[in-house]
T-cell receptor
C-alpha cells in the first residue's frame, strides 16, 4: 500500500538551514506537499510540487523532488524560532497520504 | 482569501450528548474533507464531499454523521461518542482535480 516515511525529529541551530527528508512509495503520486503544524493549530500548507517538477523555490523554502528515488526534501534557509513546528510530508494520488511528521526543534 | 474556519475551537461533551462541528470556506472549493488527528499522529481522513455529495467514507462509525448543506459549509454531527473519539478534528477544502488542501484550525474535542 501507499506509505510516506519521514524522520520524527530534527534539531537545528537558529540561523542554519534545516533539511527535512521524506520518502514515499506511490509512483503515481501527482502532487507532493509540505504542511506545517504549530502546537494546538491546524495544518498550514507550506508548499507543494507537481510530480513532473524537480525543484521549487519560494522565499526561504526549497523543495527538491527525486522521482526516481521517490525522495522529497524541504530546505528552510536561515531557520528562525518561528519555524519550530511539526512538518508533514504528504503525497496525493486519489487521496492525501501523510507521513508521521518531523518535529523541528530550534536551538538558540 | 485562503481561510477555512471551524467552530467551536474546543468542545467537551459527555457520551450521551449530541453536538455538531461546523466548517466554512469561501474559496469556491467544491471538495471538503473531515480529518481526525490524535496527539503526535498525522491526520486521518474520515469523509470527503465532492459537489456537496459524500464521495468517500473511510469506514467511520455511524456515531459520526457528516452533512454538507451547501458548497461553503460542512458539518459533522456527533452522537453517543466514546472517550477514544477525543481528538483534534480538522476540516479542509480544495478545488476538485487539484491537489492543495487548505485546512482549518481544528476543533479539539474531549469526550468525558
Amino acid at each position: 500500500g501507499e506509505d510516506v516515511e519521514q524522520s520524527l525529529f530534527l534539531s537545528v541551530r537558529e540561523g542554519d538551514s534545516s533539511v527535512i527528508n521524506c520518502t514515499y512509495t506511490d509512483s503515481s503520486s501527482t502532487y507532493l506537499y509540505w504542511y506545517k503544524q504549530e502546537p494546538g493549530a491546524g495544518l498550514q500548507l507550506l508548499t507543494y510540487i507537481f510530480s513532473n517538477m524537480d525543484m521549487k523555490q519560494d522565499q526561504r523554502l526549497t523543495v527538491l523532488l527525486n522521482k526516481k528515488d521517490k525522495h522529497l526534501s524541504l530546505r528552510i534557509a536561515d531557520t528562525q524560532t518561528g519555524d519550530s513546528a511539526i512538518y508533514f510530508c504528504a503525497e496525493r494520488d486519489d487521496k492525501i497520504i501523510f507521513g508521521k511528521g518531523t518535529r523541528l526543534h530550534i536551538l538558540p | 482569501d485562503t481561510e477555512v474556519t471551524q467552530t467551536p475551537k474546543h468542545l467537551v461533551m459527555g457520551m450521551t450528548n449530541k453536538k455538531s462541528l461546523k466548517c466554512e470556506q469561501h474559496m469556491g472549493h467544491r471538495a471538503m474533507y473531515w480529518y481526525k488527528q490524535k496527539a503526535k499522529k498525522p491526520p486521518e481522513l474520515m469523509f470527503v464531499y465532492s459537489y456537496e455529495k459524500l464521495s468517500i467514507n473511510e469506514s467511520v462509525p455511524s456515531r459520526f454523521s457528516p452533512e454538507c448543506p451547501n458548497s461553503s459549509l460542512l458539518n459533522l454531527h456527533l452522537h453517543a461518542l466514546q472517550p477514544e473519539d477525543s481528538a483534534l478534528y480538522l476540516c479542509a477544502s480544495s478545488q476538485l482535480g487539484q491537489g492543495e488542501q487548505y485546512f482549518g484550525p481544528g476543533t479539539r474535542l474531549t469526550v468525558t
